[in-house]
């Protein structure tokens, strides 16, 4: 196979911008610690200062809780202090979301049951992982 200069230009193009999309997703980019907590305990979540203006939790159960969106007037901290953070103290015994049922928009408290709650922050909660700037982890509630 020939390789001309025009072909490698676009290797590395395509090359560099999958490294970007890895980068931006690592799961490392947001951290839970500790990762397992009891009922009623606080965990801390750290990420970069750039980070998804968005941030939502699923349940064990598989149901979807927004905590921040400025879009649909949900949140946890204030705007200003959310986009300046590259930390969060979250409160398992009174963190509120928002969730919807049968269409309707309800506000309950988000830690209810035992098992793997998967924290999700994105750009646009309503879209494929693959397609949006997103980083994700996970915390185990326990009794």
Not at 58 to 86: C, H, M
Not at 119 to 131: D, F, K, Q, R, V
Request: with cysteine; charged share 25%; net charge positive.
């Amino acid at each position: 196979m020939f390789i001309t200069n025009a072909n490698k230009v676009i290797l590395f193009v395509l090359v560099s911008l999958a490294g970007c999309a890895y980068a931006e997703n690592e799961t490392s980019a947001l951290q839970a610690s500790p990762k397992s907590i009891s009922r009623g305990e606080s965990f801390r979540l750290t990420f970069p200062k750039l980070h998804p203006k968005k941030t939502s939790i699923r349940s064990p159960s598989k149901k979807w809780y927004s905590i921040q969106d400025s879009d649909e007037g949900i949140f946890i901290v204030s705007l200003k202090k959310y986009n300046s953070a590259t930390k969060l103290k979250i409160n398992s015994k009174s963190l509120e979301g928002i969730t919807w049922i049968n269409g309707k928009k309800v506000k309950e408290k988000v830690f209810q049951e035992n098992g793997k709650y998967f924290i999700y922050m994105a750009n646009n909660l309503e879209t494929e992982p693959e397609n949006t700037f997103h980083f994700s982890v996970s915390i185990e509630l326990k009794k």
